[in-house]
């Protein structure tokens, strides 16, 4: 075995290892989502549980309910509980930087058709997955599916490829029919994540954000703001909540990091109408005749 072949081998098990530790801890979380549970409780669950089955989390875990499509996480001290939602919850673990990213959805509501369209455009689009596919066409399988259930799909949100410590690379995964796009090749890792809606299928930026990642390497003069920075750099470029840091000062550092292009904050997602939001994900390793699912 040449050493590219060794050293390629040797990470594809650790984007394995990472599935399999996300796989376990999605399905011991959604045994928690029911009506008056704690947000703040499964996601603390998942982050630590994560860690102790040997990863790190790629990303704070996500709880987004109903109308919100994606980027919400509990804050510090939250008391949020579950009411007759429809829940997403969205897990990403690393292992020495190699991510699994999934997503699933709990409902509580009562409107099992938006999440079976999500479900099922998954996998139209994960049967097609092999070298010299367009994500193009991933993406009009996935419009096609979701459409056949009489909903959308969100237009403006879109699957990606994942790296070494970047958890949104290239390629763009669309979720609607585009031209073109991108071709597959073997080797890519990408994450497929069709959203449905009974909304108008767009999402906008909401007034409240909680998570955030570093863009921008600066220095720092006040002392307040760089033990803030420190915290943060443990994450790398990787995204972290709020809530994993600490500081009397937070809130002001938060703001001057942000101000500095230091920070990048990720606003919670709605859905522009709306509307009830589904989303499904998978982790693939693309190989020569298919793909891989990492997080199934």
Known sequence: MTDNVQNREEIAEKYREAGRILTQVRAEAKDLVRVGGSLLKVADFVETRTVELGGKPAFPCNISRNEEAAHATPKTGDTDTFGKDMIKLDLGVHVDGYI???????????????????????AAAIALVRPG???????????????????????NLTGHGLARYIAHDNPAVPNRHVDGGAVLKEGDVIAIEPFATNGMGLVHDGSWTEIYSIIRKKPVRV??????????????????????????????????????????????????????????????????????????
């Open 223 to 296: 002392p307040a703001i760089r033990k803030v920075l420190k915290q943060a750099e443990e994450y790398k470029e990787l995204p972290f909540a709020k809530r994993w840091l600490s500081s009397d000062k937070l809130d002001f550092a938060m703001i001057q990091l942000e101000k500095a292009g230091i920070l990048h904050g990720y606003p919670v997602l709605l859905e522009s109408a709306g509307g009830l939001v589904a989303q499904a994900e998978h982790t693939v390793i693309v190989n020569e005749d298919g793909c891989e699912i990492t997080t199934e």
């Open 133 to 155: 596919v367009s994500t193009g066409e991933l993406g009009a399988a996935i419009e096609e599916t979701i459409r056949g259930y009489g909903l959308l799909p969100i237009a």
């Open 100 to 122: 699994a990213d999934s997503a699933l959805t709990v409902d509580l509501s009562g409107n099992p058709d938006i999440v079976k369209a999500a479900e099922e455009a998954l």
